[in-house]
């Protein structure tokens, strides 16, 4: 009988566990996706146009603001700063998960980062304070949401014309569901109702004042702002000390 070594068999534990985990996920990437092909198209981009920008920005949020602000017909400098603002968080998303990423090469670091989305932050942080981070389950998860979001997009392009208003149905709504579970999947941290609290005052604040999409990247950045004033530094065993 042939023996499975435990390098291989962890690897495949991790996958089928980032692709359990993404499951829910993709339920709600593949109608966010879809109207955003249909309605890349509507705002005059070719099929050619929207796949390249899906493949090479993969920023669903951003995306959404660019074919908005396109429309409007502003600067393109004011495009660039605009999503800029959107996909600062990113950087701090980043900096956080690349704490656990001692498995990972630096190619595969570089990759990662590339496929890092809201819902990839969340799920490899929660893997990473249970059972470590490796990169099996990481891109095993990324890379079913970039699968499904560019075959969403590519339905959204072909068929999206069906769809008298998208809209209507509510589907883009999904999505922001999504995010409302996945924050509270945070519940259990500490100081997480007031952290919670002050970035979403602070974010109704600057979209009061400054405006969309500021509010994304300023109210996130007002709750970390807070996680790292009210966080303590974790004790040495050894010594009783903070580290």
Do not use: C
């Amino acid at each position: 009988m042939r023996q499975v070594n435990p390098p291989r068999l962890e690897m495949r534990d991790d996958i089928r566990a980032g692709l359990r985990d993404v499951m829910p996920v993709l339920g709600a990437v593949l109608p966010f996706a879809a109207v955003f092909g249909t309605v890349a198209v509507e705002s005059g981009l070719s099929a050619t146009e929207v796949m390249f920008a899906s493949a090479s920005i993969y920023a669903a949020a951003s995306q959404y603001v660019m074919i908005e602000l396109m429309g409007q017909a502003v600067p393109i400098w004011s495009i660039v700063l605009a999503v800029f603002a959107l996909n600062f968080r990113h950087v701090l998303y980043s900096a956080s998960l690349g704490r656990h990423m001692g498995a990972f090469s630096f190619w595969q670091k570089a990759l990662a980062f590339f496929l890092l989305v809201d819902p990839q932050f969340a799920a490899s942080e929660a893997r990473a304070a249970k059972r470590g981070l490796r990169p099996a389950y990481y891109f095993a998860y990324a890379l079913a949401i970039y699968g499904v979001w560019i075959v969403s997009n590519l339905l959204g392009v072909l068929f999206g014309s069906l769809l008298d208003n998208p809209a209507a149905l509510g589907l883009d709504f999904l999505l922001p569901l999504y995010f409302m579970g996945m924050i509270m999947g945070f519940h259990a941290r500490s100081h997480f109702l007031l952290i919670l609290v002050t970035s979403a005052v602070a974010s109704l604040v600057v979209h009061q004042t400054l405006g969309s999409p500021w509010h994304i990247t300023l109210g996130g950045g007002v709750g970390m702002l807070v996680a790292a004033a009210l966080s303590k530094p974790k004790a040495d065993p050894s010594t009783g000390a903070g580290q």
